[in-house]
């Protein structure tokens, strides 16, 4: 059964910083991973989408890197601002189409 | 575009009550996904529908929650005999047609309080 842990479960930092958050995975074998965003009684914003065939996808201050064989993924937030904190969640993706998500990552961005 | 939209946003219940969610995916998408989201459980899968396949049911918790998909577009989550353990966020998600693995894309949630 693939399990997903997500590396702390909350992060406070002053606004600025470079930061990286943490995902693992128990079984290889994905197709794909996402991470998202979720603001606090909203839904989910996909962020960022690494296929098995990826190490790496950027979007503006954010990238996410995979590293399939050791069951790792991180997202880099470069130059953090307030406006990023939120609950980042991310979840793998296997042949049954469905997302097995982590518990999060609750962050906290102090100006 | 539009999201994908949920509907109603926040529902309150009595224990024993039947209720019903509403999802509209994005125009074009085929694949439509429901999720729970509550507290101590985190995001946990529910059901999926792809196009006319029969659905994957594999998530469902009991027998008293069902879904179907009308016309390959909105999709209706139904709770028979509502318990308080089913308080909880319902996520719906779709994502396009095609070869791959494509991004899922959310709606907002409907929130369920069972009193």
């Known amino acids: 059964k693939q399990e997903v842990t997500q590396i702390p479960a909350a992060l406070s930092v002053p606004e600025g910083e470079n930061l990286v958050l943490n995902c693992s995975f128990t079984d290889s074998a994905i197709y794909n991973l996402q991470w998202f965003r979720q603001d606090p009684g909203k839904g989910l914003t996909s962020l960022l989408l690494i296929q098995s065939s990826q190490r790496e996808q950027t979007s503006g201050r954010l990238n996410a890197s995979l590293d399939k064989s050791s069951g790792r993924s991180t997202l880099y937030i470069a130059a953090s601002q307030p406006g990023d904190s939120a609950t980042y969640l991310c979840a793998v993706r296997r042949g049954a189409q469905k997302l097995v998500f982590g518990q999060g990552t609750r962050l906290t961005i102090n100006p | 575009g539009a999201g994908v939209s949920q509907s109603p946003s926040n529902k309150v219940t009595e224990k024993g009550k039947d209720v019903e969610l509403r999802c509209d995916p994005i125009?074009?998408?085929?694949?439509l996904y429901w999720y729970r989201q509550s507290l101590g459980q985190g995001l946990e899968f529910l059901i999926y529908f792809q196009g006319n396949s029969a659905p994957d049911k594999s998530g469902l918790p009991s027998d008293r929650f069902s879904a179907e998909r009308t016309g390959g577009s909105v999709s209706t989550l139904t709770i028979q005999r509502t318990q308080q353990e089913d308080s909880a966020v319902y996520l719906c998600a779709s994502s396009e047609p095609g070869v791959g693995y494509n991004e899922q894309f959310f709606g907002p949630g409907t929130r369920l309080t069972v009193l």
């Open positions: 125009s074009g998408h085929t694949a």
